[in-house]
């Protein structure tokens, strides 16, 4: 089936680790997006890419980095510069960026410090 | 700041009643607007898109845009218990490429 995978579901990060987020999608989309939602809160845009070997900062970057070496696949990093890490992460994707092109979203991978 | 705004709720409605959420957006230029619904636990599942002014609708839900007022509403009707989650709205920027998010609506349906 066509979908958007994330792993781990669940992780844990200890003080002063850095810990990458797997996303991986089987759609052909061309854009990709990462979220986090904390409790109560709607998402907030932390990266995203419009094409391989490409990605911007969105609205909340700081701690966090990208990759999109492949167009499948688009990995976050969690780094120890992230003081507040604890989330639920969301990895996105769309055919393409902007306009009309919603935008569909894989299951999760929930952050916790040790 | 650009934000969209949403009635955190709870809002409570009977079984078979209409269901009606309201959503409100800062910026003037947004092109694209989309209602998520999330169970508790789970990631969100787009149920509704809208680009242009009036209604569309789809099975139970209208999705209503009103760009000079600023305002994006979803209709549920004949609401059932699985309709109960919470419903984000999210708006797409003019000349961004990422969705801003409300902060949800929770919605319970009562049997």
């Known amino acids: 089936d066509g979908g958007i995978t994330q792993s781990p579901k669940y992780l844990f990060r200890k003080e002063g680790q850095n810990v990458t987020l797997s996303c991986e999608q089987n759609?052909?989309?061309?854009?990709m997006y990462w979220y986090r939602q904390d409790p109560g809160q709607g998402l907030r845009l932390i990266y995203y890419s419009q094409i391989v070997n490409d990605f911007q900062k969105g609205d909340i970057a700081e701690g966090y980095s990208v990759s999109r070496e492949k167009k499948e696949s688009f990995p976050l990093t969690v780094t120890s510069a992230q003081k507040n890490p604890t989330a639920f992460y969301l990895c996105?994707?769309?055919?393409?960026?902007?306009?009309?092109?919603?935008?569909?979203f894989g299951d999760g991978t929930r952050l916790s410090i040790l | 700041q650009k934000e969209v705004e949403q009635n955190s709720g709870p809002l409570s409605v009977p079984e078979g009643a209409i269901a009606s959420l309201n959503c409100t957006y800062s910026?003037?230029?947004?092109?694209?607007f989309f209602w998520y619904r999330q169970y508790s636990g789970k990631s969100p599942e787009l149920i509704m898109s809208?680009?242009?002014?009036g209604d569309k609708e789809d099975g139970r839900f209208t999705a209503q845009l009103n760009k000079a007022s600023q305002y994006v509403s979803l209709l549920i009707r004949d609401s059932q218990p699985s309709d109960s989650a919470t419903y984000l709205c999210?708006?797409?920027?003019?000349?961004?490429?990422?969705?801003?998010f409300g902060k949800g609506t929770h919605l319970i349906i009562q049997p």
């Open positions: 809208i680009y242009s002014n």
């Open positions: 996105a994707s769309s055919p393409r960026t902007g306009g009309n092109q919603p935008q569909h």
């Open positions: 910026d003037r230029g947004s092109q694209s």
């Open positions: 759609l052909n989309h061309d854009a």
């Open positions: 999210a708006v797409m920027r003019g000349g961004a490429d990422g969705l801003t």
